[in-house]
Every structure is written in C-alpha cells, then in structure tokens.
C-alpha cells in the first residue's frame, strides 16, 4: 500500500464538497510529477485530504477507488485522474505549522515543495499526520 497526500482550496473543493459527492475524481492536475504521482496511485491506497491557501491543514483520509484514467477535463492523453472516497473525517485537522514544527516530517513534500498538488507520503509520516489529529 502507498501513501498520498492531495491538496484543495477549500472554496473550490472542501472536504465536506468530497463527502457529499461520495466519489470524487482528482482532475484539472497540469503538473509532471504531480501526474506521475497519480498514475502510481492504485486501489485502497491511503491519502490525506489538505485544504490549502485557506485553513492549511489536513482535514480528512480517503482512498483510492479508480486507478489513473484519462482526463476527462482534456483531450490531451498525457493528462490521468483517479477516483477517491472519503474514508474518515480526522477529529482535529492537522494544520501545516504542526507538520513543520516536527522534525519527524522536515522530508515530506508538503515542506519541501509546497507547491505540488499531489504527494507521496511514507507509511510513518502519513503515521505521524494523523496521530496528530488523536492528540489531546
């Protein structure tokens, strides 16, 4: 199993937007490696869902239902989505100055590129995310 994280602007796609919709697609991604990272994603991988650029934070854990297909945003094949659904609601949203200031997780992508949409986690550091979001 292999771990994901992906990033939303809460007010173009919220957690509670996902729950709703039950399945939700990850399209529009234009980003190389992000691409890359969902063509490895495959069933039952686990991913954190982080709303960016307001709240930054980790809100929820889903999983992947559909491996990488073709964008249906685009006509362009170099382009794939995958399929996710809400798996759990974390009891605390683990924010991104939690995640900096542990020096567990100073390697996950999430520091070191901000930028990219669509992230691999290691099993400890998705670990260490959502423990934090069990603590009192």
């Given at each position: 199993m292999n771990y994901w994280l992906v990033k939303s602007e809460?007010?173009?796609?919220?957690w509670d937007d996902f729950?709703?919709?039950?399945v939700g697609?990850?399209?529009g991604v234009r980003n190389y490696q992000a691409r890359n990272n969902l063509a490895a994603m495959k069933i039952d991988d686990l991913v954190l869902f982080y709303h960016s650029n307001e709240g930054v934070?980790?809100?929820?854990?889903?999983?992947i239902v559909k491996e990488a297909y073709q964008d249906p945003t685009t006509d362009d094949t170099r382009w794939v989505v995958v399929d996710?659904?809400?798996v759990e609601k974390l009891p605390?949203?683990?924010t991104l100055q939690s995640i900096k200031a542990d020096v567990r997780l100073q390697d996950v992508s999430l520091i070191r590129q901000s930028r990219l949409s669509v992230q691999q986690l290691k099993k400890e550091e998705f670990d260490i995310i959502v423990?934090?979001?069990y603590e009192n």
């Open positions: 809460p007010f173009k796609y919220s729950v709703k919709q039950g697609t990850w399209d934070e980790v809100v929820g854990i889903a999983k996710l659904t809400p605390k949203t683990v423990s934090k979001a």
